[in-house]
């Protein structure tokens, strides 16, 4: 029923340290929720839900513990029901994790022979006689990457995450898609293993897609919670770039590559969940004392707000993968993974790989950007709001939360090693050789790849040097005397305002009109002229809306034909019943001819004749004679 290998203890440990300091967090934030009981009782449901999760040991029990965690997550979305949008983004979220769960129970059903109390080990020797192992490869990403977040599957991101209680959206970006990777890792190691080459690549392009398309709407967003919710898709895109390119040195017997490039992977999925579980949590206290989520109405709060200041400021430089913080390790490694493939003489390799080096440095350069806006917005320059201007910093048990999970961040930093020892034992468990030896060759201070020509990073060197140049600069600072000046802000001649300092709108306009053909903004500028001359006016009011291209292009027109073929159902149910029930009849044997395919050997000429029935029979049956 259960089981606790190394796997299952290391997502089991991931689980603990964000939900730890979570519960302080989450005791801090009930006063400031209304449905206490139900808060609390799905809150802990949803925690244990996790945990079952990832140590069940058959399908049923999987399933079991996947839905009942999507459920509480759900309710938990819902628990400050007040607005529409709120149960809009509830029931949007509802409709995509049961998207998801159809492919995991199909995924399922076939791998166990309808035999649900089967364990994972035992599906293997059944999947190996099932003559399309591709289609059940799409299954578990159609399952997982719904629940993950990962493009084209990542719609309902930033609409469930805005709309939770913070402590939840921590627990849900920071902890729950996580729990998506793991069932990756359980049943492509357990079940579909060995895999070909494609498979890589396709995680690979997913995942190089998922972080570029992730990081560019986050730019755009001034929701501070959706905004860090886009970051969670861009993030579990890296983490399946990491993940693809061990698959596909796995493909090609390049075991010490694969274990290094799956380390990385899953390196990074602990360094998303501290930072970003801390990030939720710093907008969850913004959010608390200003009671909006718009940056636009923040600015200044590093004087009122100085523990949450910090803690998100560590955050946003982890996130922003700048050395020597654990967020620039992970992707180092991954990094170095990509590199290290430039030997392999493959078409498919050399054009998915290169896409995948750029989206990745894209990505880190625009999540700098990203976060240099958000905390410089949120916490720098004038008050933007009277709420700002009145805030204060959160009481005890949030901060409690905000800083444990700050020593989460800093103890990926500081014991890598450690980590990393810990994670190449999950490797040499699933069969991958061991490369702790090879990336600490000549002790923890280095770091090294196992590439041909990879390169060295020694994080404790650069956290000791930095902390060391800081310490002398302060201590030059004060054996010098440097005398302070304080002088108004220079303006142009113009009085030095709120209004006049930069807006998150403005930051991200040079980057919003590059992308122009991505976002494809709906711009709307408003001014209130004075005596109708056009050239002046006393007030204006600037507004960009964007609306994400896969909801625009790809869910409406899903959405439009399932309502025409609706209403065509419709229609022959109420008014051409004979018609309809020979569709019931087509659909029937389309059914039957599609298992005898799945559960036996393929054969063309069976095909053709069930192909040409088919067709008869909706000809004489369906269409008829039209005349």
Same mark, same amino acid.
């Given at each position: 029923m259960f089981q606790f290998d190394t796997l299952s203890l290391v997502f089991t440990v991931l689980i603990a340290l964000g939900t730890l300091p979570n519960l302080f967090y989450s005791q801090g934030y009930l006063s400031h929720i209304e449905r206490k009981v139900h808060y609390q009782l799905h809150y802990f449901t949803f925690i244990l839900s996790m945990l079952g999760v990832v140590v069940s040991a058959n399908a049923l029990i999987f399933l079991l513990f996947w839905e009942l965690m999507s459920l509480t997550s759900w309710q938990l979305i819902l628990t400050e029901a007040k607005e529409k949008k709120t149960i809009e983004a509830a029931k949007f979220y509802f409709i995509m994790t049961h998207f998801g769960f159809v492919f995991l129970l199909l995924f399922f059903l076939i791998a166990t022979d309808g035999d649900l109390s089967l364990g994972f080990a035992a599906m293997q020797s059944i999947v190996a006689k099932f003559a399309y192992?591709?289609?059940?490869?799409?299954?578990?990403?159609?399952?997982? /990457? !719904?629940?993950?977040?990962?493009?084209?599957? $990542? @719609?309902?991101?930033? #609409?469930? $995450?805005?709309?939770?209680?913070?402590?939840? !959206?921590?627990?849900?970006?920071?902890?729950?898609?996580?729990?998506?990777? #793991?069932?990756?890792?359980?049943? /492509?190691?357990?079940? /579909? #293993?060995?895999?070909?080459?494609?498979?890589?690549? @396709?995680? /690979?392009?997913?995942?190089?897609?998922?972080s570029l398309i992730g990081v560019l709407y986050a730019l755009s967003e001034h929701d501070i919670k959706a905004l860090l919710a886009n970051h969670s898709i861009e993030n579990i895109g890296i983490i399946l770039i990491g993940f693809g390119m061990g698959m596909i040195f796995a493909s090609m017997g390049l075991k010490v590559l694969s274990s290094f490039a799956f380390i990385a992977a899953l390196f990074h999925t602990f360094n998303h969940m501290s930072f970003k579980s801390l990030l939720f949590m710093g907008a969850g206290a913004v959010l608390h004392q200003t009671h909006t989520k718009n940056i636009e109405k923040y600015g200044g709060l590093v004087k009122a707000m100085p523990v949450t200041a910090l803690t998100f400021l560590l955050a946003s430089v982890s996130i922003s993968a700048l050395p020597p913080t654990n967020g620039f390790l992970s992707e180092w490694m991954i990094f170095q993974s990509m590199l290290g493939s430039s030997h392999l003489d493959n078409t498919s390799l050399k054009l998915a790989i290169p896409f995948a080096v750029f989206a990745l440095a894209m990505t880190g350069g625009l999540a700098i950007a990203c976060f240099v806006k958000a905390y410089g917005i949120t916490f720098l320059g004038l008050y933007r709001s009277s709420n700002a201007k009145h805030a204060h910093e959160v009481n005890l048990l949030m901060r409690t939360g905000m800083i444990l999970m700050s020593l989460v961040v800093f103890s990926l930093m500081l014991f890598t090693p450690f980590y990393i020892g810990w994670f190449d034992k999950v490797l040499t468990e699933l069969g991958h050789l061991s490369v702790y030896a090879k990336i600490f060759p000549d002790g923890i201070l280095q770091m090294h790849s196992v590439g041909m020509h990879g390169g060295v990073v020694s994080p404790l060197i650069l956290l000791i040097a930095l902390v060391g140049v800081t310490l002398l600069l302060m201590f030059g600072y004060k054996a010098l005397r440097v005398k302070e000046r304080i002088y108004h802000t220079w303006s142009c001649g113009y009085h030095t305002s709120a209004r006049t300092q930069y807006s998150a709108t403005g930051f991200a306009g040079p980057i919003r009109r590059f992308f122009t053909w991505l976002y494809k903004p709906d711009e709307h500028f408003v001014k209130d002229s004075i005596a109708g001359h056009s050239s002046k006016f006393s007030d204006s009011h600037y507004e960009v809306h964007v609306k994400p291209l896969f909801e625009k292009s790809l869910y409406e027109s899903i959405g439009k034909g399932a309502n025409l073929l609706s209403y065509w159902i419709y229609r022959l149910s109420h008014f051409e019943q004979t018609r309809y029930a020979a569709m019931i009849f087509n659909l029937m044997l389309s059914v039957l001819f599609s298992y005898r395919i799945f559960a036996h050997d393929f054969s063309w000429a069976t095909l053709v004749l069930e192909g040409t029935v088919m067709i008869i029979s909706i000809k004489v049956l369906i269409i008829g004679d039209r005349k």
């Amino acid at each position: 029923m259960f089981q606790f290998d190394t796997l299952s203890l290391v997502f089991t440990v991931l689980i603990a340290l964000g939900t730890l300091p979570n519960l302080f967090y989450s005791q801090g934030y009930l006063s400031h929720i209304e449905r206490k009981v139900h808060y609390q009782l799905h809150y802990f449901t949803f925690i244990l839900s996790m945990l079952g999760v990832v140590v069940s040991a058959n399908a049923l029990i999987f399933l079991l513990f996947w839905e009942l965690m999507s459920l509480t997550s759900w309710q938990l979305i819902l628990t400050e029901a007040k607005e529409k949008k709120t149960i809009e983004a509830a029931k949007f979220y509802f409709i995509m994790t049961h998207f998801g769960f159809v492919f995991l129970l199909l995924f399922f059903l076939i791998a166990t022979d309808g035999d649900l109390s089967l364990g994972f080990a035992a599906m293997q020797s059944i999947v190996a006689k099932f003559a399309y192992p591709t289609l059940l490869f799409f299954f578990i990403l159609l399952g997982f /990457l !719904s629940k993950a977040g990962a493009v084209p599957l $990542h @719609v309902w991101l930033p #609409y469930a $995450h805005p709309e939770a209680p913070s402590p939840v !959206s921590a627990l849900m970006s920071g902890v729950m898609l996580k729990v998506a990777i #793991y069932g990756m890792f359980r049943f /492509l190691f357990d079940v /579909l #293993y060995p895999w070909p080459l494609e498979w890589g690549v @396709v995680i /690979l392009v997913i995942g190089s897609l998922s972080s570029l398309i992730g990081v560019l709407y986050a730019l755009s967003e001034h929701d501070i919670k959706a905004l860090l919710a886009n970051h969670s898709i861009e993030n579990i895109g890296i983490i399946l770039i990491g993940f693809g390119m061990g698959m596909i040195f796995a493909s090609m017997g390049l075991k010490v590559l694969s274990s290094f490039a799956f380390i990385a992977a899953l390196f990074h999925t602990f360094n998303h969940m501290s930072f970003k579980s801390l990030l939720f949590m710093g907008a969850g206290a913004v959010l608390h004392q200003t009671h909006t989520k718009n940056i636009e109405k923040y600015g200044g709060l590093v004087k009122a707000m100085p523990v949450t200041a910090l803690t998100f400021l560590l955050a946003s430089v982890s996130i922003s993968a700048l050395p020597p913080t654990n967020g620039f390790l992970s992707e180092w490694m991954i990094f170095q993974s990509m590199l290290g493939s430039s030997h392999l003489d493959n078409t498919s390799l050399k054009l998915a790989i290169p896409f995948a080096v750029f989206a990745l440095a894209m990505t880190g350069g625009l999540a700098i950007a990203c976060f240099v806006k958000a905390y410089g917005i949120t916490f720098l320059g004038l008050y933007r709001s009277s709420n700002a201007k009145h805030a204060h910093e959160v009481n005890l048990l949030m901060r409690t939360g905000m800083i444990l999970m700050s020593l989460v961040v800093f103890s990926l930093m500081l014991f890598t090693p450690f980590y990393i020892g810990w994670f190449d034992k999950v490797l040499t468990e699933l069969g991958h050789l061991s490369v702790y030896a090879k990336i600490f060759p000549d002790g923890i201070l280095q770091m090294h790849s196992v590439g041909m020509h990879g390169g060295v990073v020694s994080p404790l060197i650069l956290l000791i040097a930095l902390v060391g140049v800081t310490l002398l600069l302060m201590f030059g600072y004060k054996a010098l005397r440097v005398k302070e000046r304080i002088y108004h802000t220079w303006s142009c001649g113009y009085h030095t305002s709120a209004r006049t300092q930069y807006s998150a709108t403005g930051f991200a306009g040079p980057i919003r009109r590059f992308f122009t053909w991505l976002y494809k903004p709906d711009e709307h500028f408003v001014k209130d002229s004075i005596a109708g001359h056009s050239s002046k006016f006393s007030d204006s009011h600037y507004e960009v809306h964007v609306k994400p291209l896969f909801e625009k292009s790809l869910y409406e027109s899903i959405g439009k034909g399932a309502n025409l073929l609706s209403y065509w159902i419709y229609r022959l149910s109420h008014f051409e019943q004979t018609r309809y029930a020979a569709m019931i009849f087509n659909l029937m044997l389309s059914v039957l001819f599609s298992y005898r395919i799945f559960a036996h050997d393929f054969s063309w000429a069976t095909l053709v004749l069930e192909g040409t029935v088919m067709i008869i029979s909706i000809k004489v049956l369906i269409i008829g004679d039209r005349k």
